[in-house]
């Protein structure tokens, strides 16, 4: 196993080295820049060509670079171009925990909900529940969560007025974030569990435990959910990584102030270290939870060699 994970961890590390290297240059090259005259209009040019030399705008790109390496290596992801009193280590720092606690919701929820849907209709086939779980599992897969964010927000909160539009306040403000994050997850949860369970559901062995007279919730439950989870299982770190890190869309819609607003604020400001900083912690955070997401799925799955 240490073996697998020292893989792993190199592939991780090489794929956030591309990552940087990638998002870095890509952002260099797109027209404008934080202090560009078309941002700053009323500024002379003899201060923007003073803000960029204090930021070191005015070198090569391939020294930026390098320059901005040096910083990693030290833990600096820099100073903010738009917050100039403000370390993006200190914003990560600070909004990060409250888009993971939306997020750790949200993923709580879509497990909850998600298995038990795709266990139904799976015991169910070809019956009402089926149809139903798989209508709702295919509007929550193709409908974009923007269009859930916006019909969610006009009922509850516009309509209706049953629960607040924005802020974190209270725990009636976590429901609609919480109910916008998760709708296409437990959709996409209760599709893979059906599809899983029903296979499991043809094996040999349940058919042997249904000859031998095992009742048939020892069955799905000891049995064939096992294997039924595996693809879920799979699904489970990148899931963990998007909800935790936060949904830009779902946060500039609802003003909670996590990681995601920043993020989307940042490009449209241009604000390159707040950019490379989100994208990096983003990418760290996708390894870790994949390589974890491996590691149990190869405990649930005995046909998983850690080996290879």
Known sequence: MLQYILKRLLAGVLT?????????????????GPFSPDEQKNVPP?????????YGLDKPVFQQYIEYWKGLFRGDLGISFKKTDTTVNSIIATHFPVSARVGAIAVVISLLIGIPL????????????????MAFATIGISVPVF?????????????????????????????????????????YIARQTRSSMLEALEQ??????????????????????????????????????????????????????????????????RDYTMIMG???????????????????????????????
């Open 278 to 308: 989100i994208v990096i912690f983003f990418g760290i955070f996708v390894v870790i939870c994949n390589l974890i997401s491996d590691i149990l799925l190869a405990l649930v799955d005995p046909r998983v060699k850690l080996s290879k």
């Open 118 to 133: 795709g266990l139904v209709s799976a015991i169910h086939r070809g019956k009402a529940a089926d149809f139903a779980t």
């Open 16 to 32: 956030i080295v591309v990552l940087i290297t990638v998002a870095f240059f890509m952002m260099h090259a797109m027209p404008g």
């Open 147 to 187: 269009v859930i964010s916006v019909i969610l927000l006009w009922l509850f909160a516009q309509k209706l007025q049953w629960l607040p539009s924005f802020g974190l306040t209270s725990w009636q403000h976590y429901i609609l974030p919480v109910a916008c994050l998760s709708f296409n997850p437990i959709a």
């Open 204 to 269: 040999d062995y349940i058919r042997t435990a249904r000859a031998k007279g095992v009742s048939e919730l020892m069955v799905v439950a000891k049995h064939a959910l096992k294997n039924a989870l595996t693809p879920v299982i799979t699904y489970l770190g990148p899931l963990v990584a998007g909800l935790l890190t936060g949904s830009f869309v779902v946060e500039r819609f609802f003003s909670v102030p996590g990681i995601g607003r920043y993020f989307v604020q940042s490009v449209s400001d």
């Open 46 to 54: 003899e201060i923007l060509e003073r803000l960029a030399a204090s």
